[in-house]
């Protein structure tokens, strides 16, 4: 028991992933920046901002979807109390859709729903998985694990929509009978009735984030690896297993490589304690940015009266 306490210390006082941090803050901002917009063009209707509704925009909207899901699921596998954090996240979704509702805005299985309800969902199975990866390597399983789930992610990009297929290219059409009731929308199979101003689905969403998990468990045991062959402590994750918030060492992800490279910059470092801030505060900046926006605008509209 000593030990396995002295273990958990160690673990709590693991430095962050700098660059993990970073790219959340980006996603973050982008993600303030781009709903400020739609504020702007959808609600306010303000003139100018074609490029907003058509493909500039939505490439935009979907790289913000595409990092926070990624990230969610990469951070996933280095974090702790994986069902609290689940549990709150879902209870997050659900008071956003309450309130949304309240002012005549419908938003059902939005993205903190998504990501609350999925965490969730794995929980179990992702402690049985950990405990038999302990026999194995997760260098060899993890590039194969990302490479599936990627590669399904893409073939199930269309589930929403009826089909199997990336954006315009449609491969198979699936069964209408799929499409049925607001339960068969949770899993990815919306009925031709609904609507969400929010809408992430259980599929296809659900492989990208396991995609983040595949490629941080891999990462980690290199981590592992490393250490070991330097006679030094490994460094271990929460949960038991691998994984745990390590300090950035050369080569890696594109994100920890490009990280590096800038971190040397006194510019950088600046900038990147703020995004870091940001990216560790993602939660309760995505809760807010919304109502601070509407009442800057409101205000904004009173005082040119």
Partial sequence: MKEQREMTEKEEKQPRLMWLDVWRGIAVINMCLYHGLWDLVYYFRLPGFDWYSALPGYVWQQSICWSFIFLSGYSYALGKNKFRRGATILFAGALVEAVAGAFGQEIH????SFLGLWQLLLTLPEDQLSREMRLRSWCRIGPLGFAICLGLFFLCRNVNQGSLGFESLKLVTLPGALYRSRLTAC???PPADFFSLDYFSLLP???????GYFLSQYRAEQRRDAAEAEGSRPVYGVNGGF????PAEEGGTLGEVLVQRLS????FRRRGRLLGWVGRHALPIYLLHQPIWMAIFEIAIRLRR
């Fill in 264 to 267: 040397g910059q006194a510019l």
């Fill in 109 to 112: 299985y939005g993205i903190l």
């Fill in 243 to 246: 994984g745990g918030v390590a």
């Fill in 187 to 189: 899993l990815g199979f």
């Fill in 205 to 211: 969403w659900g492989f990208l984030f396991l995609a």
